[in-house]
């Protein structure tokens, strides 16, 4: 499958929305981290930025977690490491809920 062909104009655009939306990711992630913004907020938005991330990726984020808890709350959960949030079932999206439930 080949790439279409752009103008010089068009990847310019193309290259500052893929810039914007890695920011807002790296913001997101970011808060996420700093524990801002719940777990829950970020997996009730709908949107290609948050659907994009990495489910791996979002544990690595939360306070307290690194890599190698990600990869065992991953297994434990039975979700598979290149899953995206988007692509999360409903019975796993209530599981990653459930071991994170909000603090208020």
Request: avoid cysteine; charge should be positive.
């Amino acid at each position: 499958m080949d790439l279409p062909a752009l103008t010089p104009s068009q990847r310019a655009q193309a290259l500052e929305k893929a810039k914007a939306v890695r920011k807002e990711r790296g913001d997101l992630m970011a808060q996420l981290k700093a524990g801002t913004l719940p777990l829950t907020d970020l997996l009730s938005r709908k949107d290609a930025v948050v659907g994009k991330i990495r489910v791996r990726r979002l544990l690595e984020s939360l306070p307290g977690i690194g890599a190698v808890r990600a990869r065992q709350l991953l297994a434990d959960l039975g979700i598979a490491e290149s899953r995206r949030v988007q692509g999360l079932g409903s019975a796993q999206r209530a599981r990653l809920l459930a071991l994170f439930p909000p603090t208020d």
